[in-house]
């Protein structure tokens, strides 16, 4: 049953993923029209924003993880 959820999950993501490549249609410009060192600049902007969710989620889930574990022992 797991694998199964698993499995559509998975394909879901794979089918809809080419609808996710589009970008807002100022990065788009700015890229377009800029350099290279302008575009780098853009893609470290969207790495260095993006690193603050995974690192939230990552501790939310490490705080569950400690919790259950205590409340099991």
Known sequence: ????KTL???LL????SKTTF???A???AVVENGD???AEGVNSGITYLMV???L???LLFFTIYRYNKKVNN
Request: hydrophobic share 55%; proline share 4%; aromatic share 20%.
């Open 56 to 58: 939230l989620i990552g």
């Open 36 to 38: 290279i060192s302008m």
């Open 22 to 24: 589009s970008q807002c």
């Open 52 to 54: 603050f969710p995974y």
């Open 8 to 10: 559509v999950i998975l």
């Open 26 to 28: 100022m990065c788009k």
């Open 13 to 16: 993501i794979f089918f809809t």
């Open 1 to 4: 049953m797991f694998k199964n």
